[in-house]
């Protein structure tokens, strides 16, 4: 396998190329999003939604009690924790095809799941977690990083690790690479229960509040006869992280007025949550609607 570390620094420098070599498709897509979280490009900060393109070195960031799935091109699905600080790094021309990208989890937990029916297909994908990198081949790999270290979990396929030039090679399922801040790594066997509570911090489940890409329910953040007064609404929502639109609806007459809403959720109870967690963020009075 070659240096991963010299893959890093490869994309690095692609990522400094113009755009017009910018790739073909986006390197990933967000799937479903537990907000609070965002965004960063050119020194700008948006909320994260559903369909929101992801581009080579945008940074991504969720807040406390918050999850976010990536689909990237290639089929393989990351799923990312709270208080997670995460950006990726591709130049692939044609990533749905043959795709090659370094993973950069800066803090928080993460879940890296090769899609199951592209396996085989052409893939060169890096994971640096905290102060290790792996290098992966169809792959289901769970990790973290810390102030207390690193933690790498293998559920399935084979990975290499590489940290503080010593390399580690894992090919044993259920197994986990235990790097304690300062200490020397371990690779230990990873008990069901223990990986079950893990796998929490990246997993989103029913009665979380999450938005995706087909729901119908909205939580509408507000509503104003002005558009100056709904921009104040949807200032205050999305600085909270939660990805609102203004949608303007014709009243009698030349009369209009705006809503605020925050849309993707698959049931009222969904919606409901997340206007908990909107109201919780901010003095807005939320509602939810279909």
């Given at each position: 396998?070659?240096?991963?570390s010299?893959l890093f620094a490869?994309?690095a420098l692609?990522a400094?190329?113009p755009?017009?070599?910018?790739?073909?498709?986006p390197?990933?897509?967000?799937?479903?999003?537990q907000?609070p979280?965002?965004?960063?490009?050119d020194?700008r900060?948006m909320p994260?939604?559903?369909g929101m393109?992801?581009?080579s070195?945008d940074?991504?960031?969720?807040g406390?009690?918050?999850?976010a799935?990536l689909?990237l091109?290639?089929?393989?699905?990351?799923k990312l924790g709270?208080?997670a600080?995460f950006?990726l790094?591709s130049?692939s021309l044609q990533p749905?095809?043959a795709?090659?990208a370094a993973l950069?989890?800066?803090?928080?937990a993460?879940r890296y799941t090769?899609?199951?029916l592209?396996k085989?297909?052409?893939r060169?994908?890096?994971i640096?977690?905290?102060?290790?990198?792996i290098?992966?081949?169809g792959t289901?790999?769970?990790g973290r990083?810390?102030?207390?270290?690193?933690?790498?979990?293998?559920l399935?396929?084979r990975?290499?690790i590489t940290?503080?030039?010593?390399?580690?090679?894992?090919a044993?399922?259920m197994?986990?690479y235990?790097a304690p801040?300062g200490?020397?790594?371990?690779v230990?066997?990873?008990d069901a229960e223990?990986f079950?509570?893990?796998?929490?911090?990246t997993?989103?489940?029913?009665g979380?509040?999450?938005?995706g890409?087909?729901?119908?329910?909205?939580?509408?953040?507000?509503a104003?006869?002005?558009?100056?007064?709904?921009?104040?609404?949807?200032?205050e929502?999305r600085g909270?992280?939660?990805a609102a639109?203004?949608k303007?609806l014709?009243?009698?007459?030349d009369?209009?007025?705006?809503?605020?809403?925050?849309?993707g959720?698959?049931t009222?109870?969904?919606?409901?949550?997340?206007?908990?967690r909107l109201?919780?963020?901010t003095?807005?009075t939320p509602?939810?609607?279909r």
């Amino acid at each position: 396998m070659r240096s991963l570390s010299r893959l890093f620094a490869v994309l690095a420098l692609l990522a400094a190329l113009p755009a017009s070599m910018a790739l073909a498709a986006p390197a990933a897509t967000v799937e479903a999003v537990q907000a609070p979280a965002w965004r960063d490009r050119d020194g700008r900060s948006m909320p994260l939604e559903p369909g929101m393109e992801i581009k080579s070195g945008d940074v991504l960031r969720t807040g406390a009690g918050a999850r976010a799935y990536l689909m990237l091109a290639e089929g393989s699905r990351v799923k990312l924790g709270e208080s997670a600080r995460f950006t990726l790094h591709s130049r692939s021309l044609q990533p749905e095809k043959a795709f090659r990208a370094a993973l950069d989890v800066l803090a928080g937990a993460f879940r890296y799941t090769t899609g199951k029916l592209r396996k085989a297909m052409p893939r060169d994908v890096a994971i640096r977690v905290g102060t290790a990198t792996i290098g992966v081949r169809g792959t289901d790999v769970w990790g973290r990083t810390d102030k207390d270290g690193d933690l790498v979990a293998l559920l399935e396929g084979r990975i290499e690790i590489t940290r503080a030039g010593q390399s580690t090679e894992m090919a044993e399922p259920m197994t986990f690479y235990d790097a304690p801040a300062g200490k020397a790594a371990e690779v230990k066997p990873l008990d069901a229960e223990v990986f079950a509570r893990l796998a929490r911090e990246t997993e989103i489940v029913a009665g979380d509040g999450a938005a995706g890409l087909k729901g119908k329910w909205k939580v509408v953040a507000g509503a104003a006869p002005t558009q100056a007064a709904a921009l104040d609404i949807y200032d205050e929502a999305r600085g909270a992280g939660f990805a609102a639109r203004i949608k303007p609806l014709q009243g009698e007459g030349d009369t209009w007025r705006y809503e605020v809403v925050i849309g993707g959720f698959a049931t009222a109870a969904e919606a409901g949550i997340a206007a908990t967690r909107l109201k919780a963020a901010t003095e807005l009075t939320p509602t939810v609607r279909r």
